[in-house]
């Protein structure tokens, strides 16, 4: 017999929840082999529990009453070009959150939520305009992942990256964790698994003891700290001196390359002066710059910076000798693009979706 877990004010958690051990555990009074039959329909088919029909009829109402799914697919948008794919997720709890899948020719990319919402006030980014609501479980992280594994095929997901709603260290545990099941249960490798941060040095030092070497991307958008205290607040805890030390340490841990990520605003952070102390700081931690034009949000009156002056700013740092790239935006017609995620209004159970035009072959 099965038992529930005990309710409370948080959501219930889902099957992804539980490793195999404790899968175990809730199977106990069942033939061994359940719990293979389990596994497999979860993290190698991807199926939903419903559709694991090699468990018997009984016992898949049984784990659906006791552990349904976190994750109620409410609402569906597809780019024009048929390449990004964003999903509203509703939560058990009334809450929302929201997942990209984006397609290259052989393979996908799944930006996934970390949490409702966000604490770190950027103004420029739409999920700081509605400030935190809560942390998601570690469950919760993993479903995002295995549909969009399954939505992917027949290409392979080959990459995750923490980069939708929600500060990940901010919620380290559960990201954590996340992280271990998605490398160990889901196979993909770390270096194909990223974590963003706007800067919170504890977090980023916590990495730099972990054992899996997953890649680390620093939303900078400053290089001095009088500006990057009005665009990025985390920064008066932490300035820009305390965030470079500490990627120091990852950086000595795992010997791996670290990202900055640039949001270009109009007037405010492309200047020439701003591009030499962001060279500065890259020639001492050998780091990469992915530079993106601000995406519009309805909180953020200011315009990014013009495909222009992206350029000129990415070649002032190549002069200076920084690597930096200019990231593709993917998804800015259905609000999927960076900065863009946001549920601030309770999902609706509609199921709405852009037509796919396919590019011509």
């Known amino acids: 017999m099965i038992s529930s877990p ?3 004010a948080e959501p219930l958690p889902s099957l992804y929840d539980l490793d195999r051990e404790s899968l175990a555990d809730v199977l106990s009074s069942e033939p061994r082999y359940r719990v293979d039959q389990l596994w497999k329909g979860l993290y190698e088919d991807g199926r939903t529990i419903d559709e694991i029909t090699t468990l018997p009829k009984g016992l898949r109402t049984a784990l659906t009453d006791a552990y349904p799914v976190a994750l109620h697919h409410c609402v569906e948008r597809h780019s024009e070009d048929g390449e990004t794919v964003k999903w509203l997720w509703g939560l058990r709890d009334g809450d929302g959150i929201e997942t990209v899948l984006m397609h290259y020719r052989d393979r996908s990319t799944v930006c996934v939520s970390s949490q409702a919402g966000c604490a770190m006030a950027c103004d420029f980014c739409a999920t700081g305009q509605e400030g935190f609501r809560r942390h998601l479980g570690t469950g ?4 995002q992942v295995i549909h969009a594994r399954r939505t992917a095929l027949p290409r392979r997901l080959s990459n995750v990256v923490f980069m939708g709603m929600g500060e990940p260290l901010a919620n380290y545990g559960p990201v954590w964790d ?3 099941r998605i490398h160990g249960d889901l196979g993909l490798s770390a270096r194909h698994l990223t974590v963003s941060t706007v800067g919170l040095v504890p977090g980023i030092r916590r990495m730099a003891n972990e054992t899996l070497p997953v890649s680390l991307a620093v939303s900078l958008h400053a290089a001095t700290n009088d500006l990057r205290d009005e ?3 985390i920064n008066r805890r932490w300035p820009i001196e305390a965030l470079v030390d500490a990627c120091h340490e990852w950086v000595a841990a795992f010997g791996r390359r670290l ?3 640039w949001a270009l605003i109009d007037g405010v952070n492309d200047s020439v002066g701003q591009a030499a102390a962001l060279a500065d700081l890259c020639r001492e931690l050998r780091a ?6 601000l995406n519009p949000t309805p909180g953020y009156p200011t315009i990014g910076t013009p495909m222009e002056g992206v350029i ?3 070649d002032e740092l190549r002069r200076r000798g920084t690597n930096a790239t200019v990231r593709q935006n993917r998804g800015t017609d259905i609000d999927a693009a960076c900065g863009q995620l946001r549920a601030s209004q309770t999902p609706s159970p509609v199921r709405v979706a852009s037509p796919v035009r396919r590019r011509a072959t």
Not at 288 to 293: A, D, F, K, R, S
């Open 231 to 233: 665009l990025v607040p």
């Open 140 to 143: 919760e992280i993993i479903e």
């Open 178 to 180: 996340a992280i271990n």
């Open 259 to 261: 990202s900055f990520e």
């Open 312 to 314: 000129e700013f990415r």
């Open 288 to 293: 990469h710059v992915n530079l993106i034009p």
């Open 6 to 8: 005990e309710h409370s």
